[in-house]
């Protein structure tokens, strides 16, 4: 409790100025200990009473306090910016930030300066402003010690600094109506309330009177209205003296609330209530069972190809009863296939399929599916860093914090190793760490491929970012040596890409080179001798990044695995520019994670609902992350594919919420209209309650073209998520389970057929869309989207060799806009031009760009443009 609404309120007030006020509440209550104060809000709050004392946290992080006054335009007053207010997963809107609602009835006095300035300085200009904010009349009085109706003192501003709050606001309620004040001073407070309005700290501090972040600017308005028409000379002028600061912000604030206390009742009400529905944390509470138990965890803690998951699933394989949690399908099944084929009696459960072996006590499944309910000896949880994924680490996370075993070991690299020993700490579990080195050390090769695939090597595997790039380089290779491809990449269903694997590993055949995509960093048994990374940025469905350093070094870490034919694993980059940014990442310590993830179970969900019934189910999930609280350790996972399909969702009538929520979570590709009208006609007949039927076509034969291998992919997936929904919903609603399990394998036998042929130019899967056009730059963008596609070297080869006169360039970095750069390297910089022949005009053009740059001093002295670096040959 130490940590409960006394801390809420003791930050609230807690501000130098306002100290006086949790004593003031203290006193006033007459209790004497905080512990007796809490038990008094206890109380207050559980009876609901009048007086609705908040029982909430703030996981705030306070901005700091600038002690100067600042203009407002000024930009360190981006402090103030609700950037600071995200100690939940909302965001502070500042619409209307700046509006100032004037009284309704009545007009403003105050004093004007500005331009009525008397000879000697005193005399001023009295104006009233209306709501309008237009000067209506004038009037002449003195300024300074004496108002002119009251002829109060105005005493110096230490002292309503030092007053208490509580009286300060008693004060402005009781007062008739406010003093006149200067125009400038009047203005300065405008600015004041704007700072406010938009104060991330306030807005954060906000939520601990339970104003939520959508009402915290209306509520700022009516404070200011109210401010304004109520405010004494001796509270303006004070308040004017702090300028347009934080400091103002927080001499404010406790007022604000008193204000808020009393005149929103019904809104601190039901934010509170709805906040109290969308409450994650304490998330180890969840799970009362696992916390019955005294759980033993073993991180085996280490880089790729270390033996973690070795050792950990020795311990698995000795145990009576043991679970494997694996972040994919396919290493489920490699673990499913590897056990059972030792002996041990493993069961196979994924979202996709149960496969039940008679008197198995163990299983291997997804990490989405394991139960939270069974009791075993052994877990193992593979990929533990997934934790910190973005989208799926609140399966980690769950698995961890719900498991009930008596042994639990996780498998990954150290980065979330601090964050596990603080859950452990809360749990009160024992953590044991196992620390692991790669077999043996990951060699870079530092000459690469040069850019030319003729230097493509038996054993290598060419990793590239796309589909699209995948077949391109599939083709290139294809077409200037004599080697043959497999390829691995995520739309494949597990079974090809595992008879993909199978074909490279095995040495008597000619598909000796594997060109994947990031996929290939998890769950596959290759014999790589060479990882080459074709490139190492990425789309990441809003831009080109580069890759991450951990991604870059799971992937090249797959290479020389111990007891292949390759045990020493090398790694390089297709193009020379690129190798700085691969020896960078594989340098690069782990980083430590802060925050893992986290998702609502479908309960959490249903009960914030009931505060919000009016709502469509997109909206639900959006007010749910907007206010959902979370501890420092967790974020909400990024919900985007689910408010996809929710969205798409709404077209079919009939469904409950927890239908709603279960159909988010089938797999399915949002960026497939194809699969996307799929689950909503399952949705569809779903609702109306008849037995849902796959009703796809099986294709003839293998494919001829990448229209048609994209369409069997389609067709997979579809399938895919057929077999998913009839898992997780009833029996009857999905009967046809059996005939799409063979209609999936046997589009998976043709996926493999294909691609044994593959060689065509890569297409779209936007369907029916226009392609994208081919802009003067030479990317592909998509219309609005801003995305700039990488062309296809090959295509560019042949495009520029056609032209008269041209010189074969070979630059030695890409630059940040794929057309022209510099780059300092060792020392000296460099002319950037993307790999392609260009003729010689435009190269000395682009010689004469980079000159410009280093005239106008962009790079430091000493730094000249260096030459050609070699010859590219792509024939
Ligand atoms: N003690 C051992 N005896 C025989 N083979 C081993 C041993 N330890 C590991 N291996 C083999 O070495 C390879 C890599 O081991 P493992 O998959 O456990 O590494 P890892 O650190 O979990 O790597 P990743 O994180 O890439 O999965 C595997 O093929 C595994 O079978």
Not at 227 to 239: G, I, N, Y
Not at 527 to 545: A, E, M, Q, T
Request: with cysteine.
């Amino acid at each position: 409790m130490a940590g409960g609404p006394v801390t809420s309120l003791f930050r609230i007030y807690a501000s130098r100025n306002n100290a006086c006020r949790s004593r003031v509440l203290l006193s006033y209550q007459n209790y004497h200990s905080l512990r007796q104060f809490n038990n008094w809000v206890l109380d207050t709050y559980q009876s609901s009473s009048s007086f609705d004392v908040p029982l909430r946290q703030c996981s705030t992080s306070l901005a700091d306090i600038i002690h100067s006054r600042l203009p407002l335009k000024n930009p360190q007053f981006s402090i103030f910016n609700s950037a600071n207010a995200r100690p939940f997963s909302s965001s502070v809107s500042d619409e209307d930030s700046n509006m100032v609602e004037l009284d309704e009835n009545k007009s403003l006095d105050f004093v004007e300066n500005a331009g009525f300035e008397g000879v000697d300085g005193n005399r001023v200009g009295v104006v009233d402003v209306n709501e309008s904010n237009v000067c209506n009349s004038v009037a002449i009085e003195e300024e300074q010690s004496k108002d002119a109706e009251g002829g109060k003192k105005i005493v110096g501003k230490t002292d309503v600094a030092f007053r208490d709050p509580v009286e300060l606001y008693r004060e402005l309620c009781t007062a008739e109506k406010n003093d006149r004040m200067k125009r400038t001073d009047w203005e300065t407070l405008r600015e004041i309330f704007s700072c406010f309005s938009i104060s991330g700290w306030a807005a954060n501090q906000a939520l601990g009177i339970y104003i939520g972040m959508s009402f915290f600017h209306t509520a700022v308005r009516k404070f200011q209205n109210f401010f304004f028409k109520k405010c004494s000379a001796e509270l303006a002028m004070h308040v004017v003296s702090l300028g347009p600061s934080e400091k103002a912000v927080r001499f404010l604030f406790p007022i604000f609330v008193e204000y808020c206390i009393e005149e929103f009742p019904e809104e601190i009400k039901r934010f509170r209530s709805m906040i109290r529905s969308a409450d994650l944390t304490k998330p180890h509470t969840w799970f009362p069972f696992a916390r019955a138990m005294k759980r033993k965890i073993i991180y085996h803690c280490g880089p790729t190809n270390s033996g973690k998951t070795y050792n950990a699933l020795q311990r698995f394989m000795e145990a009576k009863k043991g679970i494997y949690c694996s972040p994919l399908r396919l290493l489920a099944m490699e673990v499913f296939d590897k056990v059972n084929a030792l002996g041990v009696y493993c069961s196979l459960q994924t979202g996709q399929e149960k496969k039940f072996v008679p008197f198995s006590s163990h299983i291997a499944c997804t990490v989405e599916m394991v139960s939270t309910d069974e009791l075993y000896d052994v877990a193992v949880i593979d990929e533990i860093q997934m934790m910190a994924d973005s989208c799926r680490g609140y399966a980690w996370t769950r698995a961890l914090l719900g498991l009930n075993a008596d042994e639990i070991h996780l498998c990954g690299d150290p980065s979330v190793l601090d964050i596990v020993k603080k859950i452990c700490s809360e749990t009160g579990d024992e953590l044991h760490e196992q620390h692991y080195e790669r077999f043996k050390p990951l060699v870079v090769e530092a000459k690469t491929l040069l850019g030319d695939f003729k230097n493509v090597r038996s054993g290598d595997c060419v990793v590239a970012f796309s589909r699209r790039e995948i077949f391109e380089v599939k083709m290139a290779i294809e077409k200037y040596s004599n080697h043959r491809c497999c390829v691995i990449y995520g739309a494949l269903p597990p079974e090809t890409r595992r008879q993909q694997a199978n074909l490279f590993n095995d040495q008597d055949n000619e598909y000796d080179v594997l060109v994947a995509s990031d996929a290939v960093g998890m769950g596959l048994n290759l014999n790589i001798r060479r990882v080459v990374f074709n490139s190492l940025s990425k789309y990441n469905g809003d831009k080109i990044v580069q890759v991450p350093p951990s991604q870059v070094k799971q992937i090249a870490g797959r290479a020389g695995r111990r007891g292949s034919c390759y045990p020493d694993g090398l790694t390089t980059t297709l193009q020379l520019d690129d190798l700085d940014y691969l020896i960078d990442c594989l340098k690069q310590p782990f980083e430590n994670v802060k925050k893992v993830g986290l998702f609502p179970f479908f309960e959490q969900v249903e009960l914030f609902a009931g505060q919000l019934p009016d709502i469509t189910f997109p909206q639900l999930l959006e007010k749910f992350g907007e206010n959902c609280r979370l501890d420092g350790s967790y974020f909400l996972c990024r919900h985007d594919h689910i408010k996809k399909v929710a969205n798409m969702l709404e077209k079919v009538q009939g469904l409950s919420l927890e239908d709603r929520f279960n159909f988010c979570f089938a797999p399915v590709n949002f960026r497939d209209p194809k699969a996307m009208y799929y689950l909503q006609r399952f949705a569809a007949s779903y609702s109306q309650k008849v037995p849902v039927s796959i009703a796809m076509g099986m294709p003839k034969g293998s494919a001829r073209n990448d229209a048609e291998l994209l369409d069997l992919e389609t067709k997979h997936q579809v399938l895919s998520m057929y077999l998913w929904l009839s898992q997780h919903f009833k029996k009857e609603t999905f009967p046809y389970k059996e005939r799409a399990e063979e209609m999936a394998t046997d589009i998976a036998d043709l996926l493999g057929q294909s691609l044994i042929k593959a060689c065509w130019k890569p297409e779209s899967r936007q369907g029916g869309k226009p392609r994208p056009q081919q802009k003067e730059d030479g990317h592909e963008r998509h219309k609005g989207d801003g995305y700039r596609r990488p062309n296809s070297l090959v295509k560019l080869y042949k495009k520029q060799s056609g032209k008269k006169g041209a010189v074969k360039i070979m630059l030695l970095a890409e630059s940040s806009d794929h057309d022209v750069g510099l780059r300092r390297r060792e020392g000296c910089l460099l002319l950037i031009v993307k790999l392609f022949e260009c003729d010689a005009h435009y190269f000395s053009s682009l010689q004469e760009k980079a000159r410009e740059r280093v005239t106008a001093g962009a790079f430091p002295e000493g730094s000249c443009i260096g030459n050609l670096a070699g010859t590219c040959k792509l024939n």
